[in-house]
């Protein structure tokens, strides 16, 4: 066998290997972007229920915002329809940027900062709506209660002492468990982003 011809093959093996590293890695992109992907899956479909829920309230307080004679209930209505159109907003577009990543084109390094970057707005987003839900919490009855023809229940005494009190505690218990289980979504995300470096 000639020098030429050895390099001929030589390099024509050296080809194949590079090609065959290069389909194996974008293989592993493409199957880290999926396990990336399914990990804000975990929080993208009950975000997507709670805004499509979100979404319900607020066209039916502006669907009944004539019906509410008394002008607090009026504000409560406004500030309330606000809040779950503004707050599910902002949790769906974060999500989206975070799930949007070009894991397969940018480098490692750069997919990870931006995460980081949006993973820390997302956790003092969500902590930010968890002290506005139990406000909302407190300001949705009185107009939702004249709405419904129950106007003298909000003045009952029993209900603001025993009532709201309890609802706050559950909207805290439901809002920590959620943020705890985003928490581990969001880590395990970024465990996997990391683990491309």
């Given amino acids: 066998m000639e020098l030429e011809e050895m390099k001929s093959i030589w390099g024509e093996l050296s080809g194949k290997v590079e090609s065959q590293e290069k389909i194996k890695k974008e293989e592993l992109m493409k199957m880290t972007r ?5 990990s804000l899956g975990k929080i993208y479909f009950p975000e997507i229920l709670g805004s499509i829920i979100s979404f319900i309230y607020a066209g039916y307080f502006i669907t009944q915002f004539g019906n509410l004679q008394l002008p607090i209930n009026q504000a409560f209505a ?8 503004i707050l599910p907003t902002i949790s769906l577009v974060t999500l989206y940027r975070m799930n949007s990543l070009d ?3 940018q480098s490692p390094l750069e997919v990870l900062q931006k995460f980081k970057k949006n993973k820390v707005f997302y956790r003092n987003f969500q902590k930010v709506a968890l002290m506005l839900s139990g406000l909302f919490a407190i300001t949705v009855l009185p107009p939702l209660a004249e709405l419904l023809g129950k106007a003298d229940m909000v003045s009952n005494t029993k209900f603001w002492i025993v009532y709201v009190p309890i609802g706050l505690i559950c909207v805290y218990i439901f809002g920590s468990w959620a943020f705890r289980k985003y928490d581990r979504a969001l880590e395990k995300a970024q465990e996997l982003l990391e683990g491309i470096e």
Avoid: C, H, W
């Fill in 34 to 38: 999926k396990k990336y992907q399914n």
């Fill in 78 to 85: 406004a500030f309330n329809t606000l809040i779950m159109i």
């Fill in 103 to 105: 894991i397969v084109s």
